[in-house]
């Protein structure tokens, strides 16, 4: 959901804008470099770049890349790094300590449990019509095409039974066909109308358990096709435009507990002069502070996918993928954003710490017997429970975890009106998905959606979670296989953003 307008509107997925303009010197600025430690591996602050130009003393040097005097180096990761550190707002952890934990505990583990035949497979319906303006047509380039899965090459004991199937004995259970019969009785959040204050109220009277942030697929619809993951990867795809501007700009505009006198940062629509997004923000609930940095943070995210695997050049029709440092600047650099990069990558840290307290609150829901990530072949599923249980042994011994009892605190009956508002607001989001044109774009806006919703889920059925049967499936708080593959691939997705934005501090730092 990128357009290659340089707004924020950008669509969800892999879609990617068109960079204007080259980066480069004229004047041949050359690298200054500190010691190397004794591992002989340069650090972050052991390379100092520094640009001299030979006709600053008689006059201005301007650099077409930047296209303003260089009378002082140029900006590296370095200048603006202090902008991305210390303690984020709203909780007590630092973004140096999810770095660190990041990297040496969860990137390589989730990596690998994304390629288990468990996690792979997606089932999803693209074909579903936009709910809220006429459908603009599907994006035409080919990068945008989504390549569905042969049924043959479907595992046995994903295709063939439930969607909330957990082991080879759950699958004719009686019980679970009950559970299921229930599921489908409790879907009655899709008739409640977004004016009805009466029916906020009304619907928070079930248990959490009940409560699903999500527009669900239905499974059981000809159009809902297997998609690998692993062969459709998220990435840039060249969609842009009106289409893919009016997705973000539905979901800030109007699903961001926001009063449209009040315009986000860089809005092309807001007027010179207004009461200041930052302000008004402040002001609000930490509910709906949340809300915001949540989609920020996911917005972000995408964003930096796109500019790590982005395509670089196609040659005889073999295309080349890599990182873009020059868009990751367009849509980052302090500068060129007018300070909302290092905002957004914020909260992006934000969102991690969200979903990673997600997971470290569901472990007990995996760790019963009876969910075994059945897909028939006993050896993998056998390992990729492991691979699943070390990572959530990992998630639960990180020390500043975000504080989820801090929301929805106060009086009761505010709080639950409060939460249920909170919880269609995105709904509405996950529903406007459909309204994206590029297929690989709505693929992942779908998925990393969808997994957010079932971690927003998780995060609010802690009592249903605590006192879960170990030995059946649970009539009170239960996952579906779709909820379980979107809730992992879209926190894999967060960890590979932040390993990411790790490897263009890199590059940056090379930049001459």
Not at 167 to 189: M, T
Not at 292 to 316: M, P
């Amino acid at each position: 959901m990128h357009a290659g307008s340089g707004t924020t509107a950008d669509p969800p997925g892999a879609g990617g804008g068109v960079t204007s303009g080259s980066r480069g010197s004229s004047s041949g600025p050359f690298l200054v470099q500190l010691p190397r430690g004794e591992s002989g591996d340069l650090s972050l602050k052991s390379v100092a770049h520094v640009l001299l130009c030979p006709s600053a003393a008689g006059g201005a040097c301007r650099d077409p890349a930047w296209g303003r005097c260089l009378r002082s180096p140029r900006r590296t990761w370095l200048s603006w790094e202090p902008q991305l550190a210390g303690v984020l707002d709203d909780c007590l952890c630092d973004i140096e300590s999810i770095d660190d934990f990041n990297t040496f505990k969860i990137f390589p583990k989730i990596q690998k449990l994304q390629e288990r035949d468990y996690f792979r497979y997606y089932k999803v319906n693209l074909k579903r019509p936009c709910p809220f303006w006429a459908d603009d047509g599907h994006c035409s380039i080919k990068d945008c095409h989504v390549e569905p899965c042969p049924e043959s090459k479907i595992p046995v004991g994903i295709k063939a039974g439930s969607s909330n199937k957990y082991s080879k004995a759950a699958n004719n259970s009686k019980e679970l066909e009950d559970c299921e019969q229930a599921n489908k009785l409790g879907a009655v959040n899709s008739t409640l109308s977004n004016q009805s204050k009466e029916a906020f109220i009304d619907w928070a009277r079930y248990d959490d358990s009940q409560d699903h942030f999500c527009e669900l697929d239905d499974e059981r619809s000809p159009d809902a096709q297997y998609v690998d993951l692993l062969l459709n990867p998220e990435r840039y795809t060249g969609y842009k435009g009106p289409s893919a501007w009016r997705v973000w700009n539905s979901i800030y505009e109007e699903n961001c507990f926001k009063p449209r006198s009040v315009y986000r940062p860089l809005n092309p629509l807001a007027p010179s002069r207004g009461e200041s997004f930052y302000t008004w923000l402040e002001g609000l609930c930490l509910e709906k502070r949340v809300f915001y940095k949540l989609i920020s943070g996911l917005h972000a995210s995408i964003n930096l996918h796109l500019c790590a695997n982005y395509l670089l050049e196609e040659t005889w029709g073999k295309p080349r993928w890599g990182p873009n440092v020059k868009e990751f600047t367009r849509r980052f650099d302090p500068v060129e954003t007018k300070g909302e990069g290092p905002r957004r990558l914020k909260n992006l840290y934000f969102l991690y710490l969200i979903e990673l307290r997600a997971l470290s609150k569901v472990a007990p829901y995996f760790e019963r017997s009876v969910v075994d990530l059945y897909t028939g072949n006993g050896h993998e599923d056998a390992e990729s429970k492991a691979l699943l249980l070390d990572i959530f042994r990992d998630t639960k011994s990180f020390h500043m975890h975000f504080d989820e009892k801090s929301m929805f605190a106060g009086d009761k009956k505010g709080a639950k009106s409060l939460k249920e508002e909170f919880r269609l607001h995105f709904k509405n989001i996950s529903r406007i998905m459909d309204c994206v044109g590029c297929d690989k774009c709505r693929l992942w806006g779908k998925l990393q959606t969808q997994g957010l919703g079932t971690a927003l889920k998780i995060l609010f059925s802690e009592k249903e979670i605590q006192s879960l049967p170990e030995n059946s499936p649970s009539k009170g708080f239960q996952l579906t296989r779709q909820e379980i593959v979107a809730l992992v691939n879209a926190f894999g997705r967060l960890s590979t953003s932040i390993r990411e934005l790790q490897n263009f501090k890199v590059l940056l730092q090379k930049t001459r």
